[in-house]
């Protein structure tokens, strides 16, 4: 009897997690354009987030920024982790064979995400410093 109060318990947590998981996974279809930016605590330039587009379908993502070779590859979220995890894989471009862990949150329409461009470990909160490779970034949807 332990034992299947045991296996209800992790059916339930197994199910509110791939739920969570296909709700995110929903919201974030779609193409976004970038808000406001920073790297290692130094703002980028309105006219240089101009030049970007995040396009996120299924679990792939596709990034151009105009006039350089765009960056595809693909995605995961761990919607258990606090704050949301997700892990970015390049697969052709730029950053091909590289993965990012990152953390995320999605409120309607705006999406932000924190890259941890070194490749180390998943950032702790929304927030960049100076030498750092910390990448956050608030995306907007393109309707």
């Given at each position: 009897m332990k034992n299947i109060s045991c296996i209800a318990l992790l059916s339930i947590a197994l199910t509110t997690s791939a739920a969570d998981d296909s709700?995110?996974?929903?919201?974030?279809?779609?193409?976004?354009?970038?808000?406001?930016?920073?790297?290692?605590?130094?703002?980028?330039?309105?006219?240089?987030?101009?030049?970007?587009?995040?396009?996120?379908?299924?679990?792939?993502?596709?990034?151009?920024?105009?006039?350089?070779?765009?960056?595809?590859?693909?995605?995961?979220?761990?919607?258990?982790?606090?704050p949301k995890g997700m892990t970015i894989t390049g697969t052709k471009g730029p950053n091909a064979g590289k993965t990012f862990p990152c953390i995320y949150e999605i409120k309607g329409d705006i999406f932000r995400v924190c890259y941890d461009l070194s490749g180390t470990k998943r950032p702790n909160e929304f927030k960049t410093a100076a030498g750092t490779k910390l990448y956050l970034v608030t995306y907007n949807r393109r309707k």
């Open positions: 709700t995110d996974v929903k919201s974030l279809q779609g193409k976004w354009v970038p808000a406001k930016a920073e790297l290692g605590g130094q703002p980028l330039p309105g006219d240089v987030l101009k030049t970007i587009t995040l396009i996120l379908t299924n679990h792939d993502y596709e990034v151009t920024v105009t006039g350089e070779q765009s960056d595809y590859g693909t995605w995961t979220l761990d919607t258990s982790a606090n």
